[in-house]
């Protein structure tokens, strides 16, 4: 099975414009975002799929000059955007990233991938509850069930969310939820805000090695050591799922 990690990127966020370019130590944020996959065991390709917005050639100039597939559509109907990224590239399982997560596990992404593979499943999510950080949720989707959601979505919200129409009607699918060990919803390792940034800025600074990936762990490690990290960017509106 043909297995594509979509990273979902574009220039025009209202709160921090530009924010898939922004540097941590040294590199772009949505750099980070595609090394953060690239050890997987279950990703077959990786792609970004980004708007054909001007605003959003630099995204298409920085694939080419990586070697990174992309795919530009609707800059509004995000779904509509994967289902043609997906069919350009023949996903039978598609892995949804956003491109403001620099911290992605892939040994999570992985898991989830092996689940729906081996129970036959439509969709698997770590965040239905939730029970990870905010920025580490991973969800998994097969085409048939995204050919579902983009024929039967009709909300903007669903289809500026991607996988809201299969959330919202979960008896039509067959799905399962990973559930961490322990709750820490109330973290946030997301970027949205430039408070967001500067807390992802202090732990690439303090964990980065260009030789060796940190993983959640170390990031779980440095902040009970460094509490006051978590003050950096607590204040920040968190997503609805993780209020």
């Keep these: 099975m043909n297995v594509v990690a979509i990273i979902q990127a574009r220039n025009g966020s209202t709160r921090l414009p530009n924010k898939i370019f922004l540097k ?7 750099y980070h975002v595609v090394q953060r996959l690239k050890p997987s065991t279950q990703i ?8 054909r917005s001007v605003k959003d050639d630099s995204v298409e100039e920085w694939c080419l000059k990586n070697s990174i597939d992309f795919y530009r559509g609707s800059e509004n109907n995000v779904l509509k955007r994967y289902y043609y990224a997906a069919i350009q590239y023949n996903a039978d399982i598609i892995i949804r990233i956003t491109a403001d997560d620099p911290f992605k596990d892939y040994r999570l992404i992985d898991e989830a991938v092996k689940i729906i593979k081996e129970n036959e499943l439509d969709f698997v999510c770590n965040n239905n509850p ?4 905010e920025g580490l949720d991973v969800e998994v989707f097969t085409m048939d069930a995204l050919t579902t959601s983009f024929i039967n979505s009709t909300s903007s919200f669903e289809k500026e ?6 959330h919202r009607n979960q008896n039509s699918f067959s799905t399962f939820n990973i559930k961490n060990d322990s709750d820490c919803s109330n973290l946030r390792w997301t970027i949205d805000t430039n408070d967001d940034y500067l807390f992802a800025k202090e732990v690439y600074n303090s964990l980065y090695n260009v030789e060796k990936m940190f993983l959640s762990e170390d990031i779980y490690k440095l902040l009970e050591n460094n509490p006051q990290l978590l ?4 204040e920040v509106k968190k997503s609805d799922l993780y209020k």
Aim: avoid cysteine.
């Design 231 to 234: 003050k950096i960017n607590n």
């Design 24 to 30: 941590l130590s040294g590199n772009f944020l949505l």
């Design 161 to 166: 969310h991607v996988t809201q129409y299969i």
């Design 44 to 51: 077959n390709n990786i792609v970004i799929a980004t708007t």
């Design 130 to 133: 939730v029970s990870y950080p």
